[in-house]
């Protein structure tokens, strides 16, 4: 319960990753596996602050999140 699973997979080259909670209770993290190790890196760490702030639990839409991360991490 509440661990972090990673996988590579390909996705819409407009897609970097995504985080999904499963019914354990666990993080899916879908990282696109046609970007480089750098950028793999980078989204990984960004999905992980999402999953450390608690943003699935957050009545917001993703959206919204996404604009919150982006401002906390500038």
């Known amino acids: 319960m509440n661990?972090?699973?990673?996988?590579?997979?390909?996705?819409?080259l407009h897609v970097r990753a995504f985080t999904v909670v499963d019914a354990q209770g666990d993080y899916n993290v879908y990282i696109n596996e046609t970007m480089s190790y750098e950028q793999r890196r980078r989204s990984f760490a960004h999905e992980k602050r999402h999953i450390e702030r608690d943003d699935f639990s957050k009545d917001l839409r993703a959206t919204e999140i996404e604009r919150l991360a982006a401002s906390a991490e500038s």
């Open 3 to 12: 661990d972090i699973v990673v996988r590579l997979m390909p996705l819409p």
